[in-house]
């Protein structure tokens, strides 16, 4: 997910007026001589300020992915209001390190502010999640920019952005973060390709295509009728289960939530 802080910035020339006697005024030439010599000043404007979080700096558009590593398999992404209406379309397979075998994925996670509900089509049973977190790590950016924390949060852990590359057809920054050994090509925002390399294997998930302007399907971000949404854990409490290996399993398996 390229982030940048959104400024605007303009620029203003100060004027000399001098005044005096006629005797005491400078000739021609030497006028001319100090007016070119004034230098702009940039004026400093105010951050944007927005009514809510902003994720992208594309207002709506449709990504398709490819997994490679420990995931095998593609994904559909359609997203509008700039990040905070996305709704996922992911079918992999991988092999699962509790059983030993491999195992089908086939997902549905819708967002929109800070709801995320998880759909698993095997069984068409859901879990939604409370995302308030987002909206409290958007208060770190006075225009509530989320790219600009992703940013800022990626430099804290030692991050830089090495080069450019193109990426679906567009230009991304290449992060490096040494300390989670991970390269990430952001494109406004937008994670379009990442590397991380684990003990023994290793996660790719890169863009194919990225169409920022035709129309978005119509009713793109209705879940089937069918599903079964239970209430779960908000992000945070999800994050924090994560770092309990013998709760991992508990959090990731919704296939095992039953129907009322």
Known sequence: MRLRKTFVLGLVFTQ???CGSH?????AETVVENLTSVKPKPEVIAPI???KPIR???EKGHISYIYDGVQKGTEEVYFSDYGMVEIKFTETVRDNPFSGTEEKISLITFMKDSAICVVDKTTMNARKI???LLFESAEESESLDLNEVAENMYRDRGGFIENQEIIAGVECD???IESTKTREWRHRGIMLKTDIELPRNFVKVEATAIDTVSS???NIFDLPENVNIQDGMSMKQWIEELSKPVERRKVFDIRKQKKN
Request: aromatic share 8%; no cysteine.
């Open 16 to 18: 000399l007026i001098g």
């Open 23 to 27: 005797e005491a005024q400078p000739e």
């Open 56 to 58: 992208y700096q594309i």
């Open 216 to 218: 978005l399907p119509e």
């Open 49 to 51: 300020k927005r009514a």
């Open 174 to 176: 290449r992060w490096l």
């Open 130 to 132: 409370d995302n308030s």
